[in-house]
């Protein structure tokens, strides 16, 4: 019994002893990486303020920082190339990007990019993506391409922004079928087919009819780069079976505009059982030429659900005389016509 009780002892000495040693060596590699980030943060600030002058005065013309930046160390090229590239993602002035194209070339900079891109940080592709899309390097179209499959969603977006910066034409059918990717920014994707335009509009089309499931995406991008072309398209979509495809297709010819078959359309869209298609009908008709005979029509929605009444009341403003006359005449009623009317003419009033 004592033996069993001297090996259990033993046990739990060389345990705690063990458990200490174990702790002490955690605590040295803790130490040890953040002395080592400590060191790194340290190296970079220093190579910071050494380079940021010299970049800035590169960038103005100065001939003797572009030489000294030119045949700088090679191990100072990483932190050059986000010094140059990192301010570019805010701010676009298009003489900055020429000059800092220009220098990444001199620089001999491009493989930086290609290193960053195959990256384990994702940070690192993302900017590298963003450097290849704002200096129009078209040769590495197919890698950025390739990168709105990654797998971080970050790195998609940085993508998406490159391509939207280079404008190819090629890549537009991998640009539209972005337009369903969801864990890219909604704003991003419209940025991506407003840097297009209309060249955007034929492709959408065509994709709109044999893809049904996804036509409310398309029905959003024909608002940011359709034309009157899509009209047609548009007007027929506002008898879907699906509310938001219909209340959506409303909205996209209120930014296009509305001609006589489309005004009729939003115009019967008034009427409609739902809310949501009441409401972007109503606001299609905002600035329609055809304004004297639809005041009638938006005027009985001043006292619909709010978001139609809020919609009918802005557009009713937005038809000069005819609506503005029909606003007056509802402003001294108590109820919520007689509100959004009285808060129509006054902004009118201060316009």
């Known amino acids: 019994m004592t033996g069993a009780l001297l090996v259990i002892e033993r046990i739990a000495l060389w ?5 200490l040693a174990l702790t002490a060596l955690v605590a040295t590699a803790l130490l040890a990486h953040r002395l080592a980030w400590a060191l790194h943060d340290a190296r970079r600030h220093r190579l910071e303020q050494h380079y940021h002058p010299l970049i800035h005065h590169a960038l103005e013309g100065d001939r003797r920082a572009r030489h000294l930046l030119v045949t700088g160390p090679r191990r100072h090229r990483l932190v050059v190339a986000e010094l140059l590239i990192t301010p570019l993602i805010r701010d676009r002035d298009a003489a900055r990007i020429a000059a800092t194209r220009a220098l990444v070339r001199a620089m001999a900079l491009v493989p930086v990019a ?3 891109l195959r990256s384990w940080f994702w940070w690192r592709r993302a900017l590298a993506l963003r450097a290849m899309g704002l200096l129009q390097m078209t040769d590495r179209t197919a890698a950025i391409v390739a990168a709105l499959d990654d797998d971080n969603a970050d790195v998609r977006g940085a993508a998406l922004d490159a391509l939207t910066d280079l404008r190819d034409p090629a890549t537009l059918p991998a640009i539209v079928a972005r337009m369903h990717d969801t ?10 087919l407003a840097a297009f335009g209309a060249g955007c509009e034929p492709l959408i089309l065509e994709l709109s009819e044999v893809d049904l499931e996804h036509r409310l995406n398309y029905v959003h991008a ?4 359709g034309t009157e072309q899509s009209r047609p398209a548009l007007c027929r979509w506002t008898d879907d079976a699906r509310v938001e495809v219909r209340a959506a297709a409303f909205e996209a010819l209120g930014h296009l505009g509305l001609d006589e078959s489309s005004g ?3 115009i019967k869209g008034l009427e409609s059982a739902d809310v949501p298609v009441r409401a972007m009908a109503a606001h299609a008709l905002h600035h329609y030429s055809g304004g004297a005979n639809v005041v009638p029509h938006l005027a009985r929605h001043l006292d619909d659900a709010w978001p139609v009444a809020v919609q009918a009341a802005r557009s009713l403003r937005s ?5 503005l006359a029909a606003l007056q005449v509802c402003s001294g009623r108590s109820d919520l016509a007689g509100l959004l009317a009285r808060q129509m003419l006054w902004e009118a009033g201060r316009s």
Request: glycine share 10%.
């Open 15 to 19: 345990t705690t002893w063990a458990g």
């Open 114 to 116: 290609d290193q960053y």
């Open 183 to 192: 864990s890219l920014h909604r704003g991003r994707r419209a940025a991506a």
């Open 222 to 225: 024909l608002a940011v780069c």
């Open 264 to 266: 009729v359309a939003a």
């Open 319 to 323: 038809i000069s005389t005819a609506g």
